[in-house]
Every structure is written in C-alpha cells, then in structure tokens.
C-alpha cells in the first residue's frame, strides 16, 4: 500500500538532483528515497540531501538512496532517468536540438525502470521527465499494465512556466498572474493557446491598453522565445534543470495534496479532438489518484491545427520506433 507522505524519484542526473533539493526547499513529504543505476552517486546525493534537513528553516525529513523496492509504498514516482542530449552526436550544420533524437536510448531505459518499477507496485502515480517526453509517457502507461491515469508527463508544464516568466516580462508584472497554457508536444511543436489566454482577467485584446509595455505585444516572437528557452539555457550551461524539476515537484503537490488543480500535463488522449493513441499536453485536473479529467479546451482553428500536427509528429516518432499501441515488434 502506498503512504501519504513518501517520494520516490528515479535518476539522479541534474534533473533527478534538481527535484531532491526542490522537494526538500517545498517540504513535500516526509520520506525521500532516490535510486540511480550508479549506486554511489544515489547514495551520495541522498546524503548530501539529508545534511540539510536540520536546519531550522527545514523539516526533518528523511532522505535516503535505495532499490526498487523502495517504490512499493510511495506514494508518488517521479522518473528522471535516461540519457541527455549532450549523449547524443554533435548536431549537424543547420540542425536544430530537438528532444526527439534521444527516443531510442530512452525507450531502452524506461522500459528497464518500468519492469522495475511494476514488480513492486501499481498504485503510486508516476510523473514522467524523461525525453522526449510525450514518447516515454506514452510508451511507459500503455505496455506496462500501469493505471493509465496514474502515468504522467510533465508535458508542457515548463512550456507554461517559461510563456508566462516571459510573457510577464513584457508587461512588467508577476508571472503568478498570467493566466493560460502552452499545450501539445513537449517539443519544439508546443504551442501557445493564446485563445485561452488573461492576465488576472484581462483578454489578451486589452493587454497593451492596460499595460502600456514598452513595445506592443507580439505573439509569434513571445511563442518563438518560449521554444527556443531550452537551447538558450543548453548553450549557456551544458543542461536544464531547474525548470523542470519546478514543474514536476508542483505536479507532485497536487497529487500530494489533492488539490484538484487544472495543470498542462501529459497523457495519452482517447478521442479528444478526434485524437487518440497518443500522448501530449492538455489541461487535467490532478488529484491524489492522478489525472481525473482531461479538458478539450475551446480552440481556434489555428490552435487545433498546431494541436494536430504535434500529435502527427509524435505518432509518427511512436510509429518509427514500433511502440505505437497495437504495433510492437
């Protein structure tokens, strides 16, 4: 049985180290067990972890490196496992990043944590980091037995975190109060449902009326410094990180506290918008048991046609590795 209070997180890279220290700082739980196949790095990070719980602004919560079996009372996952694009070849002239390339030795890893993972329990609900992203969520809910509400990717989750850091930067206030989503791929094919789109109300129609920014608002070049966040932070420091560990540990508040909360997650769709066999980022209620709801949000045709091209491209990256559902070698 799982408990209330304990997290699991698999991978101990920049990401995995990145999401400790973040789920220590929100005092998320009161048990944090890590696992890496590199048995010394878990177990050093779990230490270096544990020296900061006595401090006085700190709960003391237990930190500690582990198997798998430490997964069979958790109550969240988090999978941070998987190589980086730095692992791959350089790219070529003209080439860009793209999260995709990663999917083959990926698949590889996910399918060893799933095994892993599924021997030990079928009830904590899992949030998925490793990229790409849309494809181990996919692959790891649908040939593993798992709960299908119970796996979810982070999808577009930093996407929406960097648009409204950036979006608030234009008009110059807090980014709390951006209200709207990146949706679809978690990928260079995410895009921002401006339709959706306020700020503490206010429609994007009025936003340059009510908050006069120094130059008017221009959605392409927001949307474009969205997508190309990730390759601005690779190029300056080698990796991301502290982004996504952001994004995962506020997915794992609400499943921990069972909020309820409306987050830009991804799951695999079952004939929203006429799309299903894939998994991408729309609205979810997130609760204690995992995705509750999925919302096919009122789109505007230019919206619903991005929406349909992500799920192309990813269909079509399931397709060519032979993990779409119904068509494994």
């Known amino acids: ?84 694009g730095r692992s791959l070849p350089p790219l070529k002239p003209g080439e860009t990043r793209d999260r995709l390339r990663l999917a083959e030795r990926n698949i590889k890893v996910v399918h060893d944590v799933m095994t892993s993972i599924t021997r030990y329990t079928k009830e904590a609900v899992i949030i998925m980091i490793s990229n790409p992203l849309d494809i181990t969520t996919y692959y790891a809910a649908n040939f593993f037995d798992y709960p299908l509400d119970r796996l979810i990717g982070t999808g577009t989750t930093l996407e929406t975190l960097r648009f409204q850091r950036i979006l608030a930067d234009h008009y110059q206030i807090d980014g709390k109060n951006v209200n709207g989503f990146m949706l679809g791929e978690h990928g260079k094919s995410a895009f921002v449902a401006w339709s959706l789109t306020s700020i503490s109300g206010i429609p994007i129609q009025q936003f ?30 080698g990796w991301t990180n502290y982004g996504i560990a952001m994004g995962a540990c506020r997915i794992a508040k609400a499943v921990l506290f069972n909020e309820r909360s409306i987050l830009p997650v991804s799951t695999t769709l079952q004939g929203e918008y006429g799309i299903s066999n894939v998994a991408l980022s729309l609205p979810c209620i997130v609760t204690e048991n995992g995705v509750e709801q999925r919302f096919a949000v009122p789109l505007n045709e230019e919206e619903l046609i991005k929406l349909k091209k992500s799920a192309s491209t990813l269909t079509d990256t399931l397709g060519r590795h032979q993990i779409l559902k119904g068509e494994m070698c």
């Open 208 to 237: 340059d009326d009510y908050y006069q920014p120094k130059k008017l608002l221009d959605r392409d070049a927001i949307a474009e410094e969205v997508i190309r966040a990730a390759s601005d932070i690779v190029d300056n420091k």
């Open 1 to 84: 049985m799982s408990t209330k209070n304990k997290l699991v997180i698999v991978g101990m890279g920049h990401v995995g180290a990145a999401v400790l220290n973040r789920s220590i700082a929100f005092q998320l739980v009161s048990e944090i067990a890590v696992i890496d196949v590199d048995k010394k790095r878990a177990y050093g990070e779990a230490l270096d972890a544990s020296h900061s719980t006595p401090c006085n602004y700190s709960q003391n919560i237990k930190v500690y490196s582990g198997g798998y079996e430490e997964c069979r009372d958790a109550k969240v996952i988090v999978i941070a496992a998987g190589f980086a």
